[in-house]
């Protein structure tokens, strides 16, 4: 996201600053910021909830979920859409689950992005889940 002068949106700044935000950047700006979500267990999970994973090297990354799958040995599989400039900006379907902890949030109220306050305040203390094995 750029501002019009060309830089970049800093995080924590309105509501993509705060989903671009380290941590569980969709509950911060989806659930807290803008009112238009819900946090879910991963258990609940639909196709196209959003998801932030915490990666166990202690990175991050914000998907779109597409589902659960098992590997020829039965290790679980987080399939999510996601773009970076790692792969080329090519999407990447299927990832086995190599993370710590993952926060999943649903769009519930999407009319309300024209009642959210700018001055909304954002808790970081939110705590992920584990994903099922």
Request: aromatic residues 12%.
């Amino acid at each position: 996201m750029q501002e019009p002068d060309g830089g970049r949106r800093e995080d924590r700044v309105k509501a993509w600053g705060w989903w671009n935000a380290y941590g569980y950047g969709t509950h911060y700006s989806l659930v807290q910021y803008l009112g238009m979500g819900q946090a879910i267990a991963p258990a609940q999970a639909l196709p196209g909830d959003f998801v932030n994973i915490s990666w166990k090297s202690g990175l991050g990354h914000s998907v779109v979920f597409l589902g659960y799958s098992r590997d020829e040995v039965g290790a679980l599989r987080v399939s999510f859409f996601s773009r970076q400039a790692s792969t080329n900006w090519l999407t990447i379907p299927y990832r086995p689950v190599p993370s710590r902890t993952s926060c999943l949030c649903a769009l519930t109220h999407p009319e309300r992005i024209w009642d959210f306050s700018l001055d909304s305040r954002v808790d970081t203390g939110v705590a992920g889940d584990l994903l099922p094995e």
